[in-house]
């Protein structure tokens, strides 16, 4: 499975992105997919999850109740809907995916400022 993800971007505090993750090579719909983060001098940490069925998402405390995870598997994509931007968002985000094996995308920047 290969990841792309786009919709990065700079943005004032308060502000919205819409980040997406387009999955090719294999269909992505036995996956669980997931979003992570990693800021400026930080390890990465999980932002999002969302389960193959789309019957469970859980949220790091930090994003609850401003960010959202979707997925849509006709299309073979992820989406995270970041809303209310602050600047301790700013990171490179990453989608992951995981079924047996495990495989990340390149990362798309977010700059909250």
């Known amino acids: 499975v290969q990841l792309v993800e786009s919709g990065g971007g700079s943005v004032q505090p308060g502000g919205s992105l819409r980040l997406s993750c387009a999955a090719s090579g294999y269909t992505i719909s036995p996956y669980c997919m997931a979003w992570f983060r990693q800021g400026p001098g930080k390890g990465r940490e999980g932002v999002a999850f969302?389960?193959?069925?789309?019957?469970?998402?859980g949220y790091a405390d930090s994003v609850q109740g401003r960010f959202t995870i979707s997925r849509d598997n006709a299309n073979n994509m992820v989406y995270l809907q970041l809303n209310s931007l602050k600047p301790e968002d700013t990171a490179v985000y990453y989608c992951?995916?995981?079924?047996?094996?495990?495989?990340w995308g390149q990362g798309t920047q977010v700059t909250v400022s």
């Open positions: 992951k995916a995981t079924h047996f094996a495990t495989f």
């Open positions: 969302i389960d193959s069925g789309d019957s469970r998402r």
